[in-house]
């Protein structure tokens, strides 16, 4: 798992959940771009992905998160929080670069 700590490591300038999910794809993305995980019979597809596309019918550049995160099978008869289940992508530490401001 990525370790971080919510004081120190998440830079003071994210203050909404629109940048916080900005930042965690970023991050996640920049430590694991290669790593493909299994979503179907015979579909792979990247674990996580961020990126600013430029869409024209309305003339923005949107960012584009994505994520696909193992759930451990204790969930199905646990009664914690679902995010309590997601499991580990990797051990890759958090880049400095996503610290600061």
Same mark, same amino acid.
């Given at each position: 798992?990525?370790?971080f700590n919510p004081a120190t490591d998440i830079p003071s300038q994210i203050d909404t959940l629109?940048?916080?999910?900005a930042w965690l794809?970023? +991050?996640?993305?920049?430590?694991?771009?290669t790593l493909v995980v299994i979503e179907g019979a015979g579909y792979t597809?990247? !674990?996580c992905q961020a990126n600013n596309f430029w869409v024209a019918a309305d003339a923005k550049t949107r960012m584009i998160v994505r994520f696909s995160l193992e759930v451990s099978p204790d969930? +199905?008869?646990?009664?914690?929080?679902?995010?309590?289940?997601?499991?580990?992508?990797?051990n890759t530490a958090?880049? !400095?670069?996503?610290?600061?401001?």
């Open positions: 798992m990525t370790a629109e940048k916080l999910a794809g970023s +991050a996640l993305f920049t430590i694991n771009p597809e990247r !674990a969930q +199905a008869s646990g009664s914690n929080k679902n995010w309590t289940y997601i499991q580990p992508l990797s958090l880049p !400095a670069s996503f610290k600061a401001n």
